[in-house]
């Protein structure tokens, strides 16, 4: 299973210049490094935000589901 600071770079290398700078703030965030930290340690909360970063469309899927929705939300919001 893939780890979050690999999915992060990944993504940062995948996307345009705003897609890098927007990955590249989050790895510099501690807070967004404790977030990714926390969703390592549970394979179905990882294995979702793999999807969701990957599809973005994907996000809804969790909209229900109080734990993964809650880092993806901070995930999405730390990018901005």
Aim: charged share 25%; with cysteine.
């Amino acid at each position: 299973m893939p780890n979050m600071v690999d999915m992060m770079s990944k993504l940062g290398n995948l996307g345009g210049p705003e897609m890098q700078a927007a990955a590249a703030k989050v790895m510099a965030n501690p807070a967004a490094q404790q977030l990714i930290a926390k969703a390592q340690k549970n394979p179905r909360v990882l294995a979702a935000v793999t999807e969701c970063m990957g599809n973005p469309a994907a996000f809804i899927k969790y909209k229900d589901d109080p734990e993964i929705k809650e880092i993806l939300d901070e995930l999405r919001t730390m990018m901005k």
